[in-house]
């Protein structure tokens, strides 16, 4: 039986901001946070806050970070059984300071953290033999466990007749790892739908021209792309439709985590049958809303909440 639980496998760090803008960390500086953070983290929270069943597989260490992180997630509704703590490592992190050209300098520790203990757990494999959906964050598959227990889960979830998503998250330079790159092919081979943003789309296709880079992607048997497009909106293409909704204008704080909160509110509402236009527009909602805080996870929202925005924006139209 295919149910409609989503399970992502990803890395959970804490995010310490910089207050203010300049160049790096070779200096005391003000510093606000820890934030919950890391990307697949951030969608699943926010997939979450839809009302939408959904798990997640990682690893934290048994301090502060991971609690924070843990409590949040397990609040906003995700079934956390699967994050393993671990007693000896800790918890990954990362330290942000934008530059004043809106550039970002990062001092991480992620793959020496408890996210390189993430993997093929008993309670892994629990909950993706729950799962009906797999999203995979591209920028997750920085080891070969987790590697694994990804395409563990994309050939349990395809096998009993279940559909994945699939957000790039990448990077051009990241391409250059063999194990990475065999990777990707294989989960796009597999993907239903596609989520990638402006040019991430042009790294999977050989065609350098984005209209028959498009055609090149579908034809190998995707279901719909949606192309991130940031300030220019979102666009979504399948066999039989093409439609673009523009962004909505608000006043940016932070960034980080709006493509997150995006592509979850569109997952949601592609699960649940609603129309293109209509769920562009609410992913589009909640990435404005995720820009109008500071810190990764704070801007994520409710329903009620995307439904207010969306209801203010039409009175104010």
Request: glycine share 10%; charged share 25%.
């Amino acid at each position: 039986m295919v149910t409609s639980k989503v399970v992502t496998v990803g890395e959970i760090v804490v995010e310490i901001m910089a207050v203010r803008p300049g160049n790096g960390f070779r200096e005391a500086i003000d510093l606000v946070g820890p934030f919950p953070s890391g990307a697949p983290a951030i969608f699943i929270d926010q997939l979450a806050r839809q009302k939408h069943p959904c798990a997640m597989v990682s690893c934290v260490g048994d301090d502060d970070f991971g609690w924070l992180n843990i409590e949040r997630l397990r609040g906003d509704g995700v079934d956390v059984s699967a994050i393993r703590v671990h007693e000896d490592a800790v918890t990954g992190s990362a330290f942000v300071r934008y530059r004043d050209n809106g550039d970002r300098d990062f001092v991480f520790n992620i793959r020496h953290s408890a996210n390189g203990h993430i993997g093929l757990t008993s309670e892994a494999r629990a909950v993706i033999a729950e799962a009906g959906h797999l999203h995979v964050m591209g920028s997750s598959l920085v080891s070969s466990a987790i590697i694994e227990a990804v395409l563990y889960a994309l050939d349990e979830i395809k096998a009993r007749g279940g559909t994945v998503s699939f957000d790039p998250n990448i990077r051009k330079e990241m391409l250059g790892f063999p194990e990475l790159r065999e990777a990707l092919d294989r989960v796009l081979a597999a993907t239903d739908l596609f989520l990638p943003s402006g040019a991430e789309l042009l790294l999977f296709s050989a065609e350098q021209d984005v209209e028959k880079a498009l055609g090149d992607l579908l034809g190998r048997g995707l279901k719909a792309i949606v192309l991130k497009q940031g300030s220019e909106g979102a666009r979504y293409v399948a066999a039989d439709e093409d439609i673009t909704v523009a962004a909505f204008k608000v006043d940016e704080v932070d960034p980080t985590g709006a493509g997150d909160c995006f592509g979850a509110t569109f997952l949601a509402g592609w699960l649940a049958g609603l129309n293109a236009a209509d769920n562009l527009r609410r992913a589009n909602a909640a990435g404005a809303l995720a820009v109008t805080r500071k810190g990764p996870m704070e801007g994520a929202s409710t329903v009620d909440q995307l439904d207010a925005f969306l209801a203010d924006t039409e009175q104010a139209a």
